[in-house]
């Protein structure tokens, strides 16, 4: 089965420094997607970023990278000039191509960006 | 604007009630989900669609119910026989293509009284 790791509860950052958000994943299939998503205090969840598994590039989206070790099983979202809208909980998730909605979350990262 | 609504926002329901959270989406989206989100935990997924008229179980339906008889709409009723409903839900849609991200509402807040 798919398992998402987020170990870090927690984390904090000053005001336009980068931050990294760590994230790993198992799975036994070869074809994979890897989404991070933000969740501000209203609750919406908000797409922020896409890695698809062949991809050989990592995936960049303005602000947000996505470091991604296929060997390690890791994809950590990366965080350029944090701003203190960036405080949210952030969520790693991932959906295998053979079962296209199926997609499990990890717990979450509480981000906090300090003025 | 395309985007998906969730309504209400919060909900309180009474002990034994039955109670229906709307979802409704304007995108086109083929694929449409339901999650369950509990304090200080990642989403889980109680049901989904890929299609009008069709649904299947995820991990956690037991006492809910979902019904998709048009493509924009597909609300998710909490049944009595949901022990502990007391959570904050959310809905999604995609196109249902592999690869494709889903898109998510802003959200219910369900607390039973």
């Known amino acids: 089965a798919q398992k998402i790791t987020q170990t870090q509860p927690g984390m904090f950052v000053q005001e336009k420094e980068a931050v990294t958000l760590d994230c790993t994943y198992d799975?036994?299939?070869?074809?994979?997607?890897l989404f991070w998503y933000k969740q501000p205090s209203s609750g919406e969840m908000i797409f922020l970023i896409y890695?698809?598994?062949?991809?050989?590039q990592n995936a960049t989206e303005g602000r947000y990278s996505l470091n991604f070790q296929k060997a390690r099983k890791s994809a950590n979202l990366v965080i350029s000039a944090s701003q203190l809208g960036d405080s949210a909980m952030y969520f790693c998730a991932m959906r295998e191509a053979y079962n296209n909605n199926d997609m499990r979350f990890g717990a979450g990262t509480r981000l906090t960006v300090k003025p | 604007d395309g985007g998906i609504t969730q309504s209400p926002k919060y909900l309180f329901r009474k002990e034994g009630q039955n109670v229906t959270l709307s979802c409704e989406q304007n995108l086109n989206h083929d694929a449409m989900y339901w999650y369950r989100q509990d304090p200080g935990q990642g989403l889980r997924l109680i049901y989904y669609s890929q299609i009008v008229n069709d649904f299947q179980k995820g991990d956690i339906a037991e006492g809910y119910s979902v019904s998709r008889e048009k493509k924009e709409s597909f609300p998710l009723t909490v049944t009595s026989a949901q022990k502990n409903p007391t959570a904050f839900y959310l809905c999604?849609?995609?196109?249902?293509?592999?690869?494709?991200?889903?898109?998510f509402g802003p959200g219910t807040r369900l607390t039973v009284l």
């Open positions: 799975t036994s299939d070869q074809s994979y997607g």
């Open positions: 890695q698809g598994s062949y991809d050989e």
């Open positions: 999604a849609s995609s196109t249902g293509l592999a690869g494709d991200t889903q898109y």
